[in-house]
């Protein structure tokens, strides 16, 4: 969508329809200004308007919708381009997500606050101590970041690797309620405007989901 000047009024949406596509031109918020021109006393009057042009195959556009509800088609983009803007968006999302996952986080143990990465090989050696105690192991050694590796109690363990699965759980499971907006929305400056942390409309919220969101409410 773009601010357009005419000479004349315009109407709110004009189709020329080819063999297999239409040319879709939209005018909407009519503004009538005036402008002076450049070194003279005379003004030139013209009509402005939110624009847009679409050019689309018809079977991809229901243009009686296009004709009652020219607004929702301001923002319109190709169906080609959009599916582009999708599949960058839905990439950098998940790139973001598993950045953030990767981060870390901070668990406070017996001793003091410690942090710990959680790339996928610390995920696997974290979850996998907890077949140790399953086994019966009453001391584990493991290491923080930039620590040395030391043995800790089950308890303090145990912290750790709960800490460790609420942050993948949940960063998973936002990122999933993200991906379901980005794939069924169809506003290429809305889906540009999406960024990882972002609050999700509920319609997208999973019933996990909403259940993470709630109980960080309290």
Request: charged share 30%; net charge negative; hydrophobic share 30%.
């Amino acid at each position: 969508m773009k601010k357009a000047r005419f000479s004349s009024q315009q109407q709110a949406v004009k189709i020329i329809e080819d063999t297999d596509k239409y040319y879709i031109f939209i005018c909407l918020n009519e503004e009538k200004k005036t402008e002076k021109l450049k070194d003279t006393d005379k003004e030139l009057e013209y009509f402005e308007y939110d624009y847009t042009e679409i050019v689309e195959l018809k079977e991809n556009i229901d243009i009686k919708d296009v004709k009652s509800n020219p607004l929702k088609y301001l923002h319109y983009t190709n169906r080609d381009k959009l599916a582009d803007i999708k599949v960058t968006k839905l990439k950098e999302v998940s790139e973001k997500c598993e950045e953030t996952i990767y981060a870390g986080v901070d668990v406070k143990m017996s001793d003091g606050t410690y942090h710990f990465s959680l790339t996928e090989k610390d995920q696997l050696n974290i979850f996998g101590l907890q077949a140790k105690i399953s086994a019966g192991q009453t001391v584990l050694e493991y290491h923080a970041d930039g620590q040395s590796c030391k043995y800790y109690s089950v308890e303090d363990i145990q912290k750790l690797i709960t800490a460790a699965m609420t942050l993948v759980s949940y960063n998973t499971t936002y990122c999933n309620s993200l991906n379901m907006w980005i794939k069924a929305e169809t506003d290429s400056s809305v889906i540009e405007g999406i960024y990882y942390g972002i609050d999700i409309p509920e319609i997208y919220q999973s019933d996990v989901l909403k259940k993470y969101i709630s109980s960080k409410s309290k």
